[in-house]
């Protein structure tokens, strides 16, 4: 049996997060909402999602194969039994992924994952962690937990091994995030900390109960949630606006390992679409034609020219100079006064037995 649960109760805890807010930072919030006008407008009502089976991994994993009728692909390492898909198992240089082969045109969508990481080794003697993405192409192997570098689009890294030792400020496993139109590397020197948009430790190897992970996308909003303490809550992980997302992109999961291992272990993913009304412009725009890209990654010709910017190359990249930075702290002081107003309220979702 398998558990679901009703993503759009999120939502309807958010009108208390101001309640004790001081002034200040509700001004703050205020503008910031203001800037991203869109983010709290949801009108899901907990009952309109739809699980939507074309872009669901859910066992015995019917449709996954090679054949031209298949919804899934696998690659590399990648095993499928009737109770989950082993990505990489526990022995060291192993790579796996699996992709759905159907693009995604759903504009609001949230992706539930069940997973397993285990493996015979001690603290810290494990690795290297796995992946979830939303990417414009799909089987493309490569460095970054199986998948390709410099890729475009979302991902999600749940890394299990410590690469940066002067990052003692975090323990591991880390989750985290990261949007990418392409230009952007994945620095696996650092766990990829100059590019993640944010993240959480969170403690997913070896446990006897079900771990999950949630994402969510919505009008410009990136929500990940985690349970893995078998309280059967969503505790959140990371909430950010101003993300753009286009339509037309794969999801997909990928692992590996190096000369530390783990056993990588997908055990379904659930794709439920959102009902979320949009404004007639947003629902005119080509939503396939919307590069991605954050809040931190700004265009040239908007900002215009900055003596550090010369020589780069992308069309997009993290602009250095001081009043985007400035920005970027109003922005996660807002957001993290806000957190502070959603802690140890974590929210309870409805569960149902799947048959
Ligand atoms: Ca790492």
Redesign the pocket.
């Known amino acids: 049996m398998a558990r679901e649960r009703s993503p759009a109760l999120w939502l309807h805890t958010q009108p208390s997060v101001t309640r004790k807010m001081p002034v200040c930072h509700r001004i703050l919030l205020l503008l910031w909402l203001l800037h991203f006008s869109s983010v709290y407008s949801d009108i899901t009502d907990g009952n309109a999602e739809h699980l939507k089976r074309e872009h669901s991994l859910i066992k015995p994993y019917q449709g996954v194969g090679t054949s031209p009728s298949s919804q899934w692909d696998f690659w590399g390492s990648t095993l499928v039994t009737s109770q989950y898909v082993r990505l990489t198992p526990d022995e060291r240089s192993k790579q796996g992924s699996i992709w759905n082969t159907v693009p995604c045109y759903l504009k609001d969508w949230e992706m539930h994952v069940q997973f397993k990481v285990h493996g015979s080794g001690k603290k810290n003697l494990h690795g ?2 796995f992946a979830i993405w939303y990417t414009k192409e799909r089987l493309h192997p490569g460095p970054v937990f199986g998948n390709q570098d410099h890729f475009v689009g979302l991902a999600i890294f749940v ?1 299990t ?3 940066d030792l002067q990052g003692m400020d975090r323990s591991f496993p880390y989750i985290s995030a990261m949007v990418s139109n392409g230009s952007l590397p994945y620095d ?1 020197g650092k ?1 990829g900390r100059s590019t993640e948009l944010g993240g959480c430790s969170v403690e997913v190897r070896n446990k006897d109960h079900d771990t999950y992970l949630a994402v969510r996308y919505s009008k410009g909003r990136l929500t990940i949630m985690v349970d893995v303490d078998d309280r059967n809550d969503w505790r959140e992980c990371i909430d950010i606006g101003g993300v753009r997302l286009p339509t037309g992109y794969y999801f997909g999961s990928s692992a590996a390992t190096g000369d530390l291992s783990d056993n990588h272990d997908i055990i379904s993913m659930k794709m439920y679409q959102l009902m979320v009304e949009h404004t007639p412009e947003e629902d005119n725009q080509d939503w396939t034609k919307i590069e991605p890209s954050t809040i931190l990654m700004i265009q040239p010709e908007i900002f215009g020219a900055h003596p550090s910017l010369a020589g780069r190359s992308s069309h997009y990249f993290c602009v250095p100079c001081w009043e985007l930075w400035f920005m970027r702290l109003l922005v996660l002081w807002s957001f993290r006064s806000v957190r502070r107003g959603t802690r140890g309220s974590t929210k309870h979702l409805d569960f149902k037995e799947l048959d």
């Open positions: 290297d962690g890394d091994f410590r690469n696996h766990d």
